[in-house]
């Protein structure tokens, strides 16, 4: 039985309060919020924080990793590779990057329901806009993962595809040329027009094709940067039922073509619990309509998600607009006057992989000794070459001790960081992230998010961070 | 198996030292002919009588060329050296060894860093080509992390570590003030020092040592060669090193009270030199006061005060210029700024000075014996190199 073997989001936890942007300008914003990835974030990390949870506690092998968005971290070089790489998967498995569009994550979705033995699908999308624009106060920035594959007992399905459609039209509504951080939009009403008529055709045709009647869909998602349209379809499909689920966009923002990913995952981590058999239709308009038809399966009722995005989204922190315009590098503030640090070196981070993408130290095989990084002389013993691997990614810390740094560059000052010993033995000293200084604590609890240092030579010096557990969490072990 | 040191068997016969400041006029050619000019004034060595020389210089250049272009030194045997803040203290030792050896009956330690050419303020060493993965965060922030936690070791509130931190940089002020070679040339008071800007953790600007350029050097022979040279030259009684694996970084059993490396380089320098009871036995002791919390924990780790009590020390004046045991009676580097390959013979020139009485009346300490000891570290707490010397103006 083929289906989605299991599902996570990710939501930065920055906000961005809409009201700001007229407060500043005399225009724009309006209300709610927006997710905002921190600094130290961009699509690929974001995607790596999607992936990891939906592959917490997740054994499966031979798995083909599809990467989706519409705002990558390269061009040429792949960017599936450093989430291949942060996962630990071994180097048999392929990782491509699917696309760079809207349409690019249901797409792979679709894509991995119908084919490829197992497939996460991973999604993350940064949206940028000039200031006071609809794009800036409405968009938002997310990541997604979904593993999709054939169901065993160890690894049920969530939830099976009961059928899809698309329709697809070479139309102009929404463009923006490579690297451009500002998006472009046709007429609003010529593209509701082309996607009213797209996504009725596909739905009707999903439909029909699966022998389902509109009345037996019980859970409806609508996704596209053209929310307008979205919103009209989704008031059309539903046929006046209560059935559309809440698009998050007032607190987050629409987040392009992770979206939907996004919102399936919410849904289907809300049916956690539950007997099975709810119908959910997915539609994604981008240059046509994306339909996805799936049914959550009787296992759902044992599914404890990671860390729902219901969770995440209970757990933000307000960012001043300020703040979101110079990480958005649509203002350039004054850098600490320190110089920037170097270019990582490729040979050396490729002899580091292990290390630098997954976080592995090495454990001597004697005494038990961790080393961060992984070192080939044991630090107690002496021992030689006698090391096996010490995975630390999903292993929790306590602060010992911590400094807030003004001085040191940063690509967003001041640098909290901290000394963190790890449960079940070592140490590392490392960059605090998420938090600021006053919410920094000796003893506070940490775990660590994969996380960019700094871009130098157009290079991303991705690395590992610590971030501290939320309040409810700080007494867990 | 053992470090046997060379007590006795080398003697420094002259040291020179250049005004340590924001020198825009001078480049590091200058400082260095001007630290060695001024080092041939005090003793009767002349150029044509130096066999060897050590350059120590961090940043400043790569090779002995970088000492003998300047010095027009024609076919000589000169090696660039460099240990992080050490750097000067190593040349020093590189030196005497080579004497001690009888390699060479002459030889010149040359410690020179121009550190205001880069345009940023502090120092800053380039990386070589990385993984990307080790975060570098300035020196003050990794030795911040010092002062609350050996305040929580301790049971010493943070108002009262405040107060004990500020004494220190107001004593190594009062003496830098009454020093003409020294950066800073101002008294302060305790006030001033707490209400300074926080730069990283609790350690503000007053707490940090200043940054300057500067040379300094030295001249050592054989010791029974030393009259010769000087009348009243300095033994060298212990040289010792100590250069860490940086398991503190990655040992959970570090807790940022102590520098091993440091109380390891002084236990082989008092082994060395025969001495059993630093606090008594020395004169005086010029050490690595990098910021505040790092002068009060070297206190302890040099054996000057049992563990957890220096503070107590600090606040009843014990460390002040005529107190029990005078630290950094030219100023130190609070006073002085850290020109990184300069700093150890800095300090090894205010040995030179106040043992040889030939300080300034304002800052001559009184002598309670004639043995005097310096100290560097380079680093940060977890990961450091350490150097210790002890130096006397008689033979045991």
Redesign the interface.
Known sequence: MRGILSISGYVPVHRLDRREVAALFGSGGGKGTRAVAGHDEDTTTMGVEAARLAMAGVEVSDLALLFATGTPAYADKTNATALHAALGRPASEPAWDFGGSARSAVGALGFALASYPTTLVVSADRRDGLATSTDESGGGDSGAAVLVGEATDSVPALATQLGGASATDEFLDRWRVPGDRRSKQWEEKFGEQRYTALALEAYGRALRQAGLEASTIDHLIVTSMHTRAAKAVAGKLSGGRDIIVDDLTQSIGQTAGTHALLLLAHLLESLAGSAGGATIALVNLADGADVVLLKTTPEIAHWVPAKPVAKQLERTSPLPYGKFLSWRQMVTVEPPRRPEPGRVSATAAWRSEEWKFAFVGSRDRTTGTVHLPPSRVSRVGGAVDDMEPAPMANVRGTIVTFTIDRMVYSPSPPVAFAIVDFDGGGRFPIELTDCTADQVAIGGRVEMTFRKLFTQDDIHDYFWKARLLPAESQGDN | MASHGIKDQVAIVGMGCTPFAEHWNKGLDDLIVDAVEDTYKSTRVKKADVDAYWLGTVQGGMSGITLARPLQLEGKPVTRVENYCTTGSEALRAAAYAVASGAYDVAMAVGVEKVKD?G???L?A??P?????A????A???F??VA??YA?KYGIDMDTMSDVLAQIAVKNHYNGARNSRAQFRREITAETCKASP????GLGVYDCAGVADGAAAAIVVRAEDAYKYTDKPLFIKALAFTAG?G?G????G???THFPECAGAAQDAYAQAGITNPRTELAMAEVHDCFTPTELVLMEDLGFAERGTAWRDVLDGAFALHGDLPINPDGGLKSFGHPTGASGLRMMFECWLQLRGEAPEERQIALKSNKALTHNLGGYP?EMVSFVSVVGTELD
């Open positions: 880069s940023f303020q502090g800053n380039q990386a080509p990385n993984d990307g993965t975060r570098t965060l300035t003050a922030a990794m911040s992390m609350p936690a929580a926080r730069l990283a953790g694996s398991a970084l990655v040992d959970p570090y807790d940022y977890g």
